[in-house]
């Protein structure tokens, strides 16, 4: 069936630390790991062109369909479960649990990324907590990460993301809506046309492009940066020292909201009480209420 070039290094009964050493004392058992695929008559043989997949240590219980192919494993990767032309995806140590569904491939994933579930052809990903330096394309909707998830790139029309707190310097690229962040998210970059998103607490030095209008900002959210035309944004409390471009109107702000600037025709903006050095640029500041 063209299964060839798989790596599988031994599974000890007991986690020794010199695992890596030549002199392991342990008993050694099967893997199960197992490489499964259907034929037209549907007679369950070996996976066909299941090629070049490696394993660490200590990685057992791993299930793969037809076609997978230059998968990497790290030690300790265990009950993962692969469909049909899965390729390219590289786990780190402690990876556990993940199910892909066809068609998965090019994934990065680092240590301790456990209980991830992939759709068809990229949709629909769930993702533990640490998973950083993922590359996404277009419409990667309804995805969910845990906390610490950082230096993600996201393509257009990326949107009904839900992240973790500490998930930072993530990139969007445009189109990107309905994305909701945990706390202390700070340094993410969206590109033209990020709507409805909503940020927790302490999120800080974000930065918007033009059109990124209706996001919602918890407590404490300083330093984010905005474009032209960025409006019907609301902050909570303390939101210190945000700048925006041009025609931003509409938007709202608690109290103790400082050191923030306007430029042209920024009107019909909304602050709360102990408002102090609010800069509009020029006397484009009509209708605008403190």
Excluded at 152 to 180: Q, R
């Amino acid at each position: 069936g063209g299964c060839l070039g798989n790596s599988i290094k031994p599974y000890y009964d007991n986690n020794v630390s010199d695992y890596n050493s030549n002199g392991i004392n342990g008993t050694q058992y099967l893997n199960n790991i197992v490489f499964n695929g259907f034929y037209a008559s549907e007679e369950p043989r070996l996976g066909y062109h299941c090629l070049n997949n490696s394993f660490g240590y200590n990685s057992l219980n791993n299930t793969f369909g037809d076609n997978c192919r230059n998968n990497t494993f790290g030690n300790f990767c265990d009950d993962n479960t692969f469909g049909s032309t899965c390729y390219g995806n590289t786990f780190g140590e402690n990876c556990n649990s993940n199910t892909f569904v066809d068609h998965c491939f090019d994934n990065t994933f680092g240590e301790e990324c456990n209980s991830n579930t992939f759709g068809y052809n990229g949709f629909g990903h769930t993702f533990g907590r640490s998973c950083s330096g993922n590359t996404f394309a277009n419409n990667c909707n309804s995805n969910t990460f845990g906390k610490g998830c950082g230096q993600n790139t996201f393509g257009t029309k990326c949107y009904g993301n839900t992240f973790g707190n500490y998930c930072n310097s993530n990139k969007f690229v445009s189109n990107c809506t309905k994305n909701i962040f945990g706390n202390d998210c700070s340094e993410n970059i969206f590109g033209d046309g990020c709507d409805s998103n909503i940020f927790g607490n302490t999120c800080k030095s974000n930065t918007f492009g033009t059109g990124c209008y209706s996001n919602i900002f918890r407590n404490a959210c300083l330093r984010n940066a905005f474009g032209d035309k960025c409006y019907t944004n609301i902050f909570g409390n303390y939101g210190l020292d945000q700048t925006f471009g041009n025609n931003c109107y509409g938007n709202t702000f608690g109290n103790y909201c400082s050191d923030n600037t306007f430029g042209n025709y920024c009107i019909q903006n909304t602050f709360g009480n102990n408002v102090q050095h609010i800069e509009f640029v020029k006397n484009y500041m009509d209708y605008n209420t403190i």
